[in-house]
């Protein structure tokens, strides 16, 4: 006579039976509850390490049990101090790489550095430089949510999955606003515009954009983008000199675009647990926050059971 375990039961043993193992990455609060959530709904515990700043601010990492063939998933928000994150995840991953850890996956909901992601004068591509950085410390797979720029995943050499926080956003609206129905959806700038009609359209909504910026004259000395500069003319530059008189750009008034006429105003700022947050919260009551550790924790068990990931991109826009 065979006993069957239930689905549920069965599922939980599938989950630690090639060897898992669950690290955080450092121990700010935000990043240790947001790993007490991913182990509570995988059903394992945390594994033991211990992350330290020396009082040089040298980062220094000690993993303190067997990683040895298992895989190994690092979690990793972003703090204040970002760089001292990034040593410490890249530290954590080439001590789990050097202790023959299976295969080392990072989850790193916010992805730092990348908004550096294009070429500016005389800049540089860091979020390049990051990820190759963590490629050579021994990364194997990367979980991520909602990157800055979507080609940011071609600067890997590895595998990366790039999930959506924009479900539990659609659904923190239609659970939590009554009278959503009766709303629009705006987008801050002509360049958000694609995300905000995808939101728009699974929320059957209308859309509506801002476009221009505002008219401050003394803004536009301090951050120089008086460009070209101003000249009143052309001796003013240099007497044998014959230059056309060039006008500094004009930025256009702030002016929406669509109807915007009797709706109301949503004013809730939603975010997601996947940065600290906390003292703004405080600051400003208007802050709501989602958990999106459901995803985060689904995302682990399939890449550890070598299950297929679509499933949590269904219901996802091409513009998200």
């Given at each position: 006579?065979?006993?069957?375990?239930?689905?549920?039961?069965?599922?939980?043993?599938?989950?630690?039976?090639?060897?898992l193992?669950?690290?955080?990455?450092?121990?700010?609060?935000?990043?240790?509850?947001?790993?007490?959530?991913?182990?509570?709904?995988?059903?394992?515990e945390?594994g033991?390490?211990?992350?330290?700043?020396?009082?040089?601010?040298?980062?220094?990492?000690?993993?303190?049990?067997?990683?040895?063939?298992?895989?190994?998933?690092?979690?990793?928000?972003?703090?204040?101090?970002?760089?001292?994150?990034?040593?410490?995840?890249?530290?954590?991953?080439?001590?789990?790489?050097?202790?023959?850890?299976?295969?080392?996956?990072?989850?790193?909901?916010?992805?730092?550095?990348?908004?550096?992601?294009?070429?500016?004068?005389?800049?540089?591509?860091?979020?390049?430089?990051?990820?190759?950085?963590?490629?050579?410390?021994?990364?194997?797979?990367?979980?991520?949510?909602?990157?800055?720029?979507?080609?940011?995943?071609?600067?890997?050499?590895?595998?990366?999955?790039?999930?959506r926080?924009?479900?539990?956003?659609?659904?923190?609206?239609?659970?939590?606003?009554?009278?959503?129905?009766n709303?629009?959806?705006?987008?801050?700038?002509?360049?958000?515009?694609?995300?905000?009609?995808?939101?728009?359209?699974?929320?059957?909504?209308?859309i509506?954009?801002?476009?221009?910026?505002?008219?401050?004259?003394?803004?536009?000395?301090?951050?120089?983008?008086?460009?070209?500069?101003?000249?009143?003319s052309?001796?003013?530059?240099?007497?044998?000199?014959?230059?056309?008189?060039?006008?500094?750009?004009?930025?256009?008034?702030?002016?929406?675009?669509?109807?915007?006429?009797?709706?109301?105003?949503?004013?809730?700022?939603?975010?997601?647990?996947?940065?600290?947050?906390?003292?703004?919260?405080?600051?400003?009551?208007?802050?709501?926050?989602?958990?999106?550790?459901?995803?985060?924790?689904?995302?682990?068990?399939?890449?550890?059971?070598?299950?297929?990931?679509?499933?949590?991109?269904?219901?996802?826009?091409?513009?998200?």
């Amino acid at each position: 006579m065979f006993c069957v375990a239930p689905p549920e039961l069965e599922t939980k043993m599938n989950i630690t039976k090639g060897g898992l193992v669950l690290f955080s990455a450092n121990s700010n609060s935000s990043c240790m509850e947001l790993s007490k959530k991913i182990a509570e709904r995988l059903g394992v515990e945390m594994g033991k390490v211990q992350v330290y700043q020396e009082p040089n601010r040298e980062t220094r990492v000690q993993i303190q049990e067997s990683v040895r063939g298992k895989d190994v998933f690092i979690i990793q928000t972003v703090s204040k101090d970002v760089n001292t994150t990034i040593m410490e995840l890249l530290i954590m991953v080439y001590a789990c790489k050097t202790s023959c850890a299976k295969s080392i996956i990072g989850v790193i909901p916010y992805f730092p550095y990348s908004k550096q992601c294009k070429m500016r004068k005389r800049g540089s591509i860091v979020s390049k430089l990051l990820a190759s950085m963590m490629c050579k410390a021994g990364l194997t797979h990367l979980i991520t949510m909602d990157l800055h720029q979507k080609e940011i995943q071609g600067f890997f050499n590895i595998p990366v999955d790039n999930l959506r926080a924009s479900p539990f956003l659609l659904q923190y609206i239609q659970e939590e606003i009554p009278d959503y129905r009766n709303a629009v959806i705006v987008a801050k700038s002509p360049a958000s515009a694609k995300r905000a009609q995808s939101f728009a359209e699974r929320l059957r909504l209308g859309i509506a954009v801002i476009h221009g910026e505002a008219q401050d004259a003394e803004s536009d000395l301090v951050d120089g983008r008086h460009s070209p500069p101003m000249v009143r003319s052309v001796a003013a530059i240099h007497p044998s000199l014959e230059i056309p008189m060039l006008i500094p750009k004009e930025k256009p008034p702030i002016t929406v675009v669509g109807d915007v006429g009797g709706r109301i105003a949503i004013i809730v700022v939603v975010v997601t647990n996947t940065i600290p947050h906390e003292i703004q919260k405080l600051q400003c009551p208007k802050i709501k926050t989602v958990d999106i550790s459901m995803i985060l924790s689904e995302a682990i068990r399939r890449i550890h059971n070598g299950e297929s990931m679509s499933y949590l991109f269904r219901n996802i826009g091409l513009d998200d």
